[in-house]
T-cell receptor
Framework: AQSVTQLDSHVSVSEGTPVLLRCNYS??????LFWYVQHPNKGLQLLLK??????LVKGINGFEAEFKKSETSFHLTKPSAHMSDAAEYFC??????????FGAGTRLTVKP | KAGVTQTPRYLIKTRGQQVTLSCSPI?????VSWYQQTPGQGLQFLFE???????NKGNFPGRFSGRQFSNSRSEMNVSTLELGDSALYLC??????????????FGSGTQLSVL
């Protein structure tokens, strides 16, 4: 069965410093992996997705994630955090069509 | 193009009652998924409908059910409400629903409070 674990429930960084949000997955097949972001009082928005074309995936707003099969990881990074990045981030795995499983979420706080 | 529309936005019910939530996907989208979001459990997959058939189901009791109509609109029903059913219920749609890598488009959700 597919599942995903987000290793940090809360990450706090200073503005201008790098962001690292960690995600490990479990899947019996070659999964598709995603990162979604949820800003307060707003809906979920796709940041990026991995679909086996390239292990380093670039998304919107300067975020990127690297798929590492040997480590079953799909960590999200950004070189320099902005205040507007403060939100809840969800790692998602799917290896069955129509069935996507979300991680518990990581709340990112950005300090001025 | 209109996004995913969920109605109502807020709902207050009492224990034992039942509730029906509605979701209109983006025009042309054929797959509709439902999720329950709570502070303690995060986002949990309820079920997914494609072409009026439930194709996938999460680990929720039978009190949670849904259906999809021929125009792809979907409804979710919860019977015999419990306090623990209080949550934000999110609906998401995708275009074809034939691959694992399809992007989901989310609605703003229905906030259900059970008193």
């Amino acid at each position: 069965a597919q599942s995903v674990t987000q290793l940090d429930s809360h990450v706090s960084v200073s503005e201008g410093t790098p962001v690292l949000l960690r995600c490990n997955y479990s899947s019996s097949y070659s999964p598709s992996l995603f990162w979604y972001v949820q800003h307060p009082n707003k809906g979920l928005q796709l940041l990026l997705k991995y679909t086996s074309a390239a292990t380093l995936v670039k998304g919107i707003n300067g975020f990127e994630a690297e798929f590492k099969k040997s480590e079953t990881s799909f960590h999200l990074t950004k070189p320099s955090a902005h205040m507007s990045d403060a939100a809840e981030y969800f790692c998602v795995v799917s290896d069955v069509v129509g069935d996507m499983r979300f991680g518990a979420g990581t709340r990112l706080t950005v300090k001025p | 193009k209109a996004g995913v529309t969920q109605t109502p936005r807020y709902l207050i019910k009492t224990r034992g009652q039942q509730v029906t939530l509605s979701c209109s996907p983006i025009s042309g989208h054929r797959s509709v998924s439902w999720y329950q979001q709570t502070p303690g459990q995060g986002l949990q997959f309820l079920f997914e409908y494609f072409s009026e058939t439930q194709r996938n189901k999460g680990n929720f009791p039978g009190r949670f059910s849904g259906r999809q109509f021929s125009n792809s609109r979907s409804e979710m029903n919860v019977s015999t409400l419990e306090l623990g059913d209080s949550a934000l219920y999110l609906c998401a749609s995708s275009l074809v629903g034939s691959a694992t890598n399809e992007k989901l488009f989310f609605g703003s959700g229905t906030q259900l409070s059970v008193l």
